[in-house]
C-alpha cells in the first residue's frame, strides 16, 4: 500500500535527504549507556510504529473509522522506558504513551500491539483491552491498566500499588504482581499541577520519608505546554529536584540514549532501595494537543517550527547514522515499511465489528467473579446487645481475623482507633501494616485503596465524615468504578469504604460534621451504597460489603449514620432498645434485601438510616391514635430491588417516604417513580425529605431535617379521611422539612 506523505511528514524527509540530523544535548556512546546497536535498532522501530499511529489515526478519523486523536508524537523516547522495566512491573501510563505499550509488547510473546491499538482506535468491540469502550493504552498481558484522560487521577493509585509490594512481603506473599516489582507512573507536565497529582506526590515523599518501601518510578514528560497553556521553564525541575522522599533524575526525551541511561538508573534505585524515584523527561508535543488542536491560534509559527525540529525520530534516525548502525536508505526503508504495515492493520481493524447495543456497552460495569477466600469462624460470638459502633468493632475484628489479605486504612483509625472509636483496638491485634493510619488526604486514601485492591487485597476504607469525600469523589467516580469498564473485566480495585455522615448528632454538627449529600455516590455506575439503621444491620450490611469485594470484586461504600452509633434507646432513656446482639460472622443482608417492622395497612414508611429510628419512635406514637403502620428498611440505596418495594407497600392506603436526604435529587425521587412505574396511584405517595440546604451549627442543626413531630404530623392528615386528594402538592409546615403532602 502507498501513502502520500502527510504534511506533518515534511520535515522527517527533508532531514533525510540532507543529512541534517538535529544532535543530541551530550554525546553519548552506545557502549557508555550498555545498549546494543540492534537495542537501538529495535527502538527506532518502536518510535515509528507509535509515530505511524498517529498519523494514521489523522487519515482514518477524516474518513470517519478512528474517533480519538490524541497521540504521542514528540514523546517517543518513552519506548526506552518501557525497556528498561520488567513486562511485568505494572504502568500506569500517560495518553501520550503508545510507545511504552509497543516496547513492552516486544518482551512477551505473542503480542500485536498494532492491531491491538488499531482496534482501540476504531472503536472496535474487538479491542482486547477496552472492547471497544474507549480509546485507552492498556493491556493485561502487558500489566498495564488502562487509564481514562482524568486528570492525574491515575497517580495516587500508582502509589497505591507500589505500596502493595511491601504489604504482600508482610503478609507471605501473594497479589497479582511480583513481589519485587516496580510500579510506573507516567504524566504530563500540566498534569503535574493538578492537585490530585501534587496529592499523590505528596503521599509518596510522605510514606518514604518515614521508611515505607515504595518502589515507585513517578515520570514526568515534560512537554513545556498544557493544551494552550505554557508550563514555566524550570518549574518541574525547581518542585522536585529536592522533594523529600524522592530521588530526583533527568533526561532528554529527545535522545534515546540518554533516555535509556536515566530509566536504568531510576530502574535500580526503585527496585533494589525500594524508593520512590521521579523521572523529569524533557520531550517535544508534535501536532497539537489532539486532532482537532490547531496550534496555530496559540503558537507562533517560529516555536511551531522550532518544535518540529526537535522531533525524537531525527535524533534517533541521526544516533543511527552516526554511530555507523543504519545508513539513510535502511532509515528511509524501515520508515516507510512501517508506514505500511500500520496502513495494511488499520484497513482490516476498522473492519472488525463495534459495540451495538446498551447491554453490550454496560456488559463490563459489574466485574467479574472469583473465588472467595474467607476463613471459617470458630470463635464464639458475645451476645450481649450493644450499639452500632461496638458491633462494626467486634465485625471489624472478625473480618480481619477471617480474611488474612483484609486491610484497612485511614486517618486516626489505628491508634485513636477512629474518631467514634469503631476501629479501637484493631491496629494493636493486627499490626500497623493491616490497619494503616494514613496522612490526612482523602484523594491518597482512595487511591492507596484502589492500587492495594489492584494488586490482589481487599482494602477497607475509612473516611472520617461523608463531607470530607467530596474533594475526593473523582477517586470513586472516575478510577475505581470505571476500571472493570474500561478493561472489560480484565482488571477490577474491589474495595469497601466506610464512610460516618449525615446528620443528627448531639453535641458537635456544622456541614463538615453532618452531611447529607450522598447524590453523587448514588449517580455512580457500578457503585453500592449500604446504610444501616441500627446495629445487627450494620454488620450485615459491612459483611456482605467484604463478601461483594472478595468474591465479585465490587467496590461497596457502606454509610454510618454518626447519629446512631452509641444510641442505646429509642423511646425513653435506659430502654436498650436500639442496642442489637452480634448476628454473627455468616448474617450478611444481600442487595435488595429489605428490612420491615410492623404489618399495618394504612400507611407504610419507607426509609432508611436515621429515618428508620425516627420513624420507630414516630410509630409509637401513632399506634397510640390508632394509626396501624409499617416500616420498610431499605438498606440499600443503590441496586434496589423496587419490585420487592412494591410488594412490601402495595396493600397499604398510604405510602410516605422518609428521605433525610436533600430533596433534589434524592433517593425518595427514585422510590416515588419506581412506584407509580409499577402502577401504584400517585395520589397515594408522599415525600418527608431533609431541605435543600446545608446543616446549620447548634440548636438549629436538625431544623432542615426530617423530625419525629414531621412524621406525626403528616401520617395523621394522610390517616385522615379525605387524604387521598390533592396528594404531591408541596405544604410548608414548621414540623415538616421538605414534605409533599395534601
Not at 494537543?289 to 535524533?315: C, F, M, N
Request: net charge negative; aromatic share 6%; with cysteine.
Amino acid at each position: 500500500m502507498v501513502l502520500e506523505p502527510l504534511p506533518q511528514e515534511q520535515r522527517f524527509f527533508t532531514a533525510l535527504r540532507s543529512g541534517d540530523w538535529p544532535t543530541p544535548e551530550r554525546d553519548w556512546s552506545l557502549d557508555a549507556v550498555g545498549l546494543s546497536a540492534a537495542g537501538l535498532v529495535e527502538l527506532f522501530e518502536t518510535q515509528l510504529m507509535s509515530r505511524h499511529l498517529d498519523l494514521h489515526a489523522r487519515r482514518l478519523q477524516a474518513r470517519g473509522e478512528a474517533f480519538y486523536t490524541i497521540g504521542s508524537a514528540g514523546h517517543e523516547g518513552n519506548a526506552a522506558i518501557a525497556r528498561a522495566f520488567r513486562a511485568t512491573d505494572p504502568a500506569f501510563l500517560h495518553y501520550r504513551d503508545a510507545a511504552f505499550l509497543i516496547q513492552r509488547s516486544r518482551g512477551v510473546p505473542g503480542q500485536t500491539p498494532l492491531w491491538d491499538l488499531l482496534l482501540s482506535f476504531a472503536a472496535s468491540a474487538d479491542d482486547p483491552v477496552s472492547g471497544g469502550r474507549h480509546k485507552v493504552l492498556g493491556s493485561k498481558s502487558l500489566h498495564v491498566p488502562p487509564q481514562t484522560s482524568t486528570i492525574a487521577s491515575h497517580l495516587p493509585k500508582a502509589v497505591g500499588a507500589a505500596y502493595s509490594f511491601g504489604l504482600w512481603r508482610r503478609l507471605g506473599g501473594g497479589g497479582e504482581w511480583p513481589a519485587d516489582g516496580v510500579a510506573i507512573c507516567s504524566f504530563g507536565d500540566a498534569s503535574f499541577n493538578h492537585s490530585t497529582a501534587q496529592g499523590a506526590l505528596n503521599a509518596a515523599g510522605w510514606a518514604a520519608y518515614q521508611g515505607a518501601p515504595l518502589p515507585l518510578v513517578m515520570v514526568c514528560e515534560d512537554n513545556g505546554i498544557g493544551i494552550s497553556t505554557p508550563t514555566p521553564n524550570g518549574w518541574i525541575e525547581a518542585s522536585m529536584r529536592s522533594r523529600p522522599g524522592f530521588h530526583y533524575l533527568a533526561c532528554d526525551g529527545l535522545d534515546l540514549l540518554d533516555t535509556w541511561r536515566a530509566a536504568r538508573e531510576a530502574e535500580r534505585i526503585a527496585r533494589r532501595r525500594r524508593q520512590p524515584v521521579f523521572l523529569h523527561m524533557r520531550c517535544v508535543r508534535l501536532y497539537g494537543h489532539a486532532g482537532s488542536d490547531a496550534q496555530q491560534a496559540y503558537l507562533s509559527p517560529a516555536r511551531i517550527k522550532a518544535d518540529e525540529t526537535r522531533d525524537p525520530l531525527l535524533v534517533t534516525a541521526g544516533l543511527l547514522e552516526r554511530h555507523g548502525v543504519l545508513g539513510r536508505d535502511a532509515i528511509e526503508a524501515l520508515y516507510r515499511s512501517v508506514a505500511e504495515r500500520v496502513a495494511h492493520v488499520a484497513e482490516e481493524a476498522i473492519r472488525r465489528p463495534k459495540l451495538e447495543t446498551a447491554a453490550q456497552v454496560m456488559a463490563s460495569i459489574v466485574p467479574p467473579s472469583r473465588p472467595g477466600r474467607a476463613r471459617p469462624w470458630q470463635d464464639e460470638v458475645d451476645p450481649t446487645p450493644a450499639p452500632m459502633a461496638k458491633l462494626l468493632n467486634q465485625s471489624l475484628a472478625r473480618l480481619m481475623e477471617r480474611y488474612p489479605h483484609l486491610v484497612m486504612a485511614g486517618e486516626d483509625i489505628g491508634r485513636k482507633g477512629g474518631v467514634y472509636g469503631v476501629t479501637q483496638r484493631l491496629q494493636a491485634q493486627f499490626g500497623p501494616h493491616r490497619v494503616i493510619d494514613t496522612l490526612l488526604d482523602e484523594q491518597s486514601i482512595l487511591g492507596l485503596g484502589i492500587g492495594l485492591g489492584q494488586n490482589g487485597l481487599v482494602p477497607i476504607l475509612e473516611i472520617q465524615f461523608l463531607a470530607y469525600l467530596h474533594n475526593a469523589e473523582d477517586q470513586l467516580r472516575g478510577e475505581a468504578a470505571t476500571l472493570s469498564f474500561f478493561s472489560n473485566g480484565q482488571y477490577t480495585n474491589p474495595m469497601v469504604v466506610r464512610i460516618a455522615g449525615l446528620g443528627y448528632q448531639k453535641g458537635f454538627g456544622g456541614h463538615f460534621h453532618n452531611d447529607n449529600a450522598i447524590a453523587v455516590l448514588r449517580d455512580i455506575p457500578g457503585l453500592l451504597v449500604a446504610c444501616p439503621s441500627n446495629a445487627a444491620d450494620a454488620v450485615g450490611l459491612l459483611q456482605e460489603a467484604v463478601r461483594l469485594a472478595d468474591e465479585e470484586q465490587r467496590v461497596v461504600v457502606v454509610i454510618e449514620p454518626i447519629a446512631l452509633y452509641h444510641t442505646r434507646d429509642l423511646h425513653e432513656e435506659g430502654d436498650q432498645q436500639w442496642c442489637f446482639a452480634d448476628p454473627g460472622p455468616e448474617h450478611r443482608l444481600a442487595q435488595g434485601a429489605l428490612g420491615q417492622w410492623g404489618e399495618g395497612r394504612e400507611l407504610a414508611i419507607v426509609t432508611y438510616g436515621n429515618g428508620v429510628y425516627l420513624s420507630r419512635q414516630a410509630a409509637a406514637r401513632l399506634e397510640a391514635q390508632g394509626v396501624h403502620l409499617r416500616i420498610v428498611d431499605l438498606r440499600w440505596l443503590t441496586a434496589i430491588d423496587h419490585d420487592a418495594v412494591h410488594r412490601r407497600v402495595a396493600e397499604c392506603g398510604q405510602v410516605l417516604i422518609v428521605d433525610e436526604c436533600r430533596r433534589s435529587g434524592s433517593l425518595s425521587e427514585e422510590l416515588i417513580t419506581a412506584l407509580v412505574e409499577r402502577g401504584m396511584p400517585s395520589d397515594r405517595l408522599h415525600r418527608l425529605t431533609a431541605e435543600d440546604s446545608f446543616i446549620p451549627l447548634g440548636r438549629a442543626a436538625t431544623v432542615t431535617l426530617p423530625s419525629v413531630a414531621a412524621i406525626v404530623e403528616q401520617a395523621l392528615r394522610l390517616a385522615a379521611p379525605g387524604a387521598k386528594e390533592g396528594a404531591m402538592t408541596k405544604t410548608p409546615g414548621k414540623a415538616m422539612a421538605g414534605s409533599d403532602t395534601p
